[in-house]
């Protein structure tokens, strides 16, 4: 690759506690804009990875409402020769490094100058419906992408795999799904989350292996000097992986005793970056892995100021 790809800006939504998924979402993209000082009209592709999503709504995609609520490219303008394309890209906690993946793409090509990608879940049912053991918090998140000018700086390969040991078809970890024979009336405020009985040793074993398969792909990345950055799937996830594979330091999302889901990295990144602890120069691997089991693995180098 020719041109490296960076997080211009990010942002988070955490607050107040009464807002739904695609709120989350907008004030999350909204904040990640200002922050950077670009208008909403600007950006030329916005994709959208939250999962869990307000009233179990499919269609329209959801990056259509979270485009409406930025006040994004509304309307087609005759002669304006710009428009936003947004789309939905769902694939968990690992749906992130997925979007990156195709921004990397449409930027190279020159299709786009600016990406936003936003996240956010929240339970169907809103506040008020919401069981106390709904396992993701409700939040938001977005990480603003373009060109950097330092080639070194920004993303690097990106590896994303699947447990293994396990065939097609096999239990994901977590199932997360609409019980269509005994949800009756209340669909729209219905969720079903089944998590396996070995959720957390299979999910830290595919996050290990992906980790340990990229770093032999990178022997550049220098582990003892780098931070691992994670998402939350369960207690301790980067901290135990940090030190199993020689990290200077590991940090993982904090989002309470509930999983940021598809947020992670970006809740993580954002985090780090609030502590003052993302400078020039500041190399990161991120790590995120969640129902499949799966695991997405890429590393960062910080570019100029944050």
């Known amino acids: 690759m020719n041109m490296s790809v960076i997080i211009e800006q990010s942002a988070i939504s955490a607050a107040p ?13 909204r904040e990640c804009l200002e922050r950077a000082g670009i208008a909403p009209g600007d950006i030329d592709v916005l994709v959208n990875v939250g999962v869990y999503r307000d009233g179990n709504v499919v269609e329209p995609a959801n990056s259509a409402l ?12 005759a002669g304006s020769g710009r428009s936003t394309f947004s789309f939905d890209l769902r694939n968990g906690a690992c749906g992130v490094l997925n979007a990156v ?18 996240s956010s879940d929240a339970h169907p049912g809103g506040i008020g419906h919401e069981p106390n053991d709904f396992r ?6 977005a990480w603003l992408l373009s060109k950097g000018v330092d080639r070194e700086s920004g993303f690097g390969p990106l590896r994303i795999s699947p447990a293994r040991g396990r065939s097609a078809g096999a239990d994901p970890g977590i199932a997360g799904y609409l019980d269509l024979k005994s949800m009756g009336s209340a669909g729209q405020r219905t969720i079903t989350v089944d998590v396996a009985d070995d959720y957390d040793t299979v999910i830290v074993a595919t996050a290990a292996a992906t980790l340990r398969d990229y770093l032999a792909e990178r022997p ?6 780098a931070t691992l ?8 996830f980067a901290s135990g992986l940090a030190a199993e594979f020689g990290f200077g330091a590991g940090y993982q999302a904090m989002t309470g005793d509930r999983d940021a889901g598809s947020s992670g990295l970006a809740i993580a990144y954002h985090q780090l970056q609030g502590q003052g602890a993302l400078t020039p120069g500041t190399e990161l691997v991120f790590l995120t892995a969640g129902s499949g089991p799966m695991a997405g693995c890429v590393s960062y180098r910080v570019e100029g100021a944050v």
């Open 229 to 236: 950055v994670t998402n939350n799937p369960v207690p301790d």
């Open 66 to 77: 979270i485009q409406l609520g930025l006040d994004m490219h509304l309307d087609y303008e």
């Open 220 to 225: 550049e990345i220098a582990t003892g000097s």
């Open 17 to 29: 506690a009464t807002t739904g998924s695609i709120e989350h979402a907008v004030l999350a993209g």
């Open 101 to 118: 993946h195709a921004a990397t793409a449409l930027l190279a090509n020159g299709t786009a100058g600016r990406i936003l990608i936003v």
């Open 136 to 141: 993701y918090a409700t939040a938001g998140a």
